[in-house]
């Protein structure tokens, strides 16, 4: 459990801090970049997603599977994996080439056919590191897993710096250091292809011992393993990503990318609580699972459920109290989607909440109802957003969001109650989001001017939930 814990906080650094550190690009990249050249590298990095749960389908957990099993070759798995990747990027590949004009006319790239060079590249390199990456987790390498990761990520930092930091002095009036040809959200697929070169190269010391291999029982047994698991995934990443695809295909063809460049650099404020969720995480898994079978297992789950609550609810209502100030982690001219931010930062809350709830079906090993958990999500994604973007815009796409969100963790509350009940206490939950999305969207709508007056309501609700709580949830998180 030591080991574990630690490995966990390795892994975690590696993957809050990187994505810390990504996002403190946004704020140069918004000042550079036009709505519409944002919204292209909005609708990029939403296609890669999709793309790279596809090219890999499952495989990273296949191997981690299959590795450990009795009777099987670790470097059978690993080779037979990755030439499962290979020939899912080889027909991709192909496609890429014969039906170019087809996929740019499809992808709206039509003057810009660089763009899906550029994403087919990244996706191969970024495919193909998957297992290695696996192979360094199942070796107990978190070290030189976050090293990696941290490489990738310093340096793409590092050559955005070098091609925006230019043009961004040149906006302020200041004679830049260096000069080059300023060709826009370009920029950001070479300053991502270039760190993908990087991590590769680092990486290819994992590949030692690889072969190809299509071995008949390690192909079927990957693949049957690793299907269904493409098939939740696709799921999965559809309920956080297809919004961006449909606001593409159902706004108008001359405006789609100002509007989804604004609607993507307004989330980028939900990072906040984003970030929380993700480090709760790494480290809940592991909780959760060493104290699932404990007498007081459960009253445990329902403890810890409140106290992340009231951190996110806390969350939200100070990210509102201070959006005047923090509104400028994102240019100027992509404030006029700020309306949205209450709303998406709610989704967060609810999305955060849910999936600690969605613990029940892992500690009971009954991991089928995460897949219609995530298919009642996908149902209320699709139709939200095909009735109310044509309707509302990104509005619209806001407001599905937190639809799909709730609906998902009604949907886990109901089976959880049936299959693995927890005595959460759910009128207190509901009161701390009810109280909390009440006061954020108060401060957000109402004409307060004061701003000051806005963060003083912030810090005196913080004050209240404190003394709350002061001899309560706290009394029993840390206690000796």
Partial sequence: MKQLAGQTAIYGLSSILGRMIN??????????????????????????????????????????????????DERKVFGTSITLILLVLGAFGVLTYFGQNTLLSALRYE??????????????????A???????????????????KLALIFSNVLVNLYFFLPALWELNGVAPWFTHELRGVQYIFMANLWASILMFVLLLPTFRGFRFSLDQKY?????????????????????????????????????????????????????????????????????????????DGKEKMAKVMEGFTWVMCVGFVLII??????????????WVGLHLVPILLLANVILGINTNLNMWYKVSDKTTYGIYITFVGLTLTVVGNVVLIPRMGILGAAITTLVAYTAMFFASLIWGNRNYR???????????????????????????????????????????????????????????
């Fill in 130 to 148: 998957a297992i290695p990456f696996a192979r360094l987790r199942r070796q107990n390498k978190a070290v030189r897993f976050a090293g990696i």
């Fill in 321 to 334: 109290a201070g959006l005047d100030y923090l509104k400028f982690f994102i240019d100027e001219k992509f």
């Fill in 422 to 480: 927890v005595p959460y206490n759910w009128s207190k939950i509901g009161g701390l989001i009810i109280v909390s999305s009440g006061l954020a969207f108060a401060l957000h709508y109402l004409p307060l001017s004061d701003d000051n007056l806005k963060i003083g309501l912030g810090l005196t609700y913080l004050f209240v939930m404190l003394m709350v709580e002061r001899n309560g949830l706290f009394k029993f998180l840390f206690k000796k």
């Fill in 219 to 295: 192909t079927k047994g990957l693949l049957a393993f690793g299907i269904p698991l493409l098939i939740g995934g696709l799921a999965g990443i559809a309920n956080e990503m297809l919004d961006r695809q449909l606001l593409k295909y159902l706004l108008p063809h001359e405006s789609w990318a100002q509007s989804l460049g604004i609607y993507g650099a307004v989330y980028k404020i939900s990072i906040f609580l984003v970030l929380f969720n993700q480090a709760f995480r790494y480290a809940a898994e592991p909780f959760f699972f060493k104290n699932a079978n404990l007498g």
């Fill in 23 to 72: 996002f403190l690009l946004v704020p140069l990249q918004t000042a550079v970049l036009s709505q519409s050249q944002y919204g292209v590298n909005v609708d990029f990095y939403s296609l890669i997603a999709f793309l790279i749960v596809i090219c890999t389908f499952g495989m990273e957990t296949a191997y981690f599977r299959f590795s450990e099993k009795e009777g099987w």
């Fill in 111 to 128: 003057q810009t056919p660089e763009y899906l060079r550029y994403l087919f590249a990244i996706l191969a390199l970024d495919a193909l």
